[in-house]
């Protein structure tokens, strides 16, 4: 595999991912495990959107599909109601935002990309749910977030089984890594996927084992925020999971993620900025 690179091409402008990249999650559902990222009007979009701007987003990440576990279905008409409406908002609002669309139907993909001004595609299914995703992303050869998911959001969790868990996925990126690459896409990015299809001891030894992701050359993203893992290790709800977000966070980006995927872009930015500091002087001692 070739060296790991350092920028993704966003529509002609280079995204540095030498520094660590920090994206904001906005939810346009009703369901979504955590309520402070869900938002259902415009005017809690330009809200939610203006603080995490503020606070230093990279990238603004719109999804309206809850893929919490057991989560219900969306009828696609709906979902693409709820984020190009989203998109465009936040697009006339804030210009020049790079923006994020979290869905796995290429349909509605397409639409955010070509119609409504989004940059990257996020792809919970990598590409398993939407057999026509692939071809999308050959044919836009747009940034793709590609997620490993065992299953989907409705069975992903009943009993979830791996011979070896960060080998299994390193083998199932494989294949599609090579049929993008062999096509001409450009900028994939890889999240392995914690919390999808995985029990609490597969996330920690991914997180325990994320330099192997290296092995791809590929950037690394990584969505730990006020996730279960962390609320049923510490017996606690969603609202009160920041400061075990903050930790595992700091773990992710020691092991190499190139980009967060949050809820709380502050403090997952003051986190890239200390281990960021933390670096400089272990590269100074050594």
Known sequence: MSAKPKYINIRGKLLDLGVPKVMGIINI?????????????????????AKMIGEGADIL?????????YADDVAPEEEKKRVLGAIDVISINFPGTVISIDTFRSDIAYEAVNRCGAHIINDISGGEADNKMFSL??????????????????????????EDIVSDILIWFGSRIVDLQSAGVKDIILDPGIG????????FE????????????????????????????????????????????????MG??????????????????????LKITMAEVN
């Not at 990222?37 to 939610?48: A, H, K, P, Q, W």
């Open 206 to 253: 991914i997180l325990r084992r994320l330099g192997d992701f290296a092995i791809t050359g590929l950037p690394l993203l990584v969505g730990v925020s006020r996730k279960s893992m962390i609320c049923k290790t510490l017996g606690i709800t969603p609202d009160e999971a920041l400061n075990g977000t903050s930790v595992l966070n700091t773990v992710a980006l």
């Open 29 to 49: 559902t009703p369901d979504s495990f955590y309520e402070g990222s869900r938002v259902n009007n415009e005017e809690d979009i330009i809200r939610l959107a």
């Open 137 to 162: 992303i050959k044919e836009l050869n747009v940034p793709y977030i590609m997620m490993h998911m065992k299953g989907t959001p409705g069975t992903m969790q009943q009993n979830p089984v791996y």
């Open 196 to 203: 999808f299809g995985k029990t609490i001891n597969h996330n």
């Open 61 to 69: 990440d719109v999804g309206g599909y809850s893929s919490r576990p």
């Open 256 to 277: 190499g993620a190139d980009i967060l995927r949050v809820h709380d872009v502050k403090e997952a930015k003051e986190a890239v900025k200390l281990v960021e500091r």
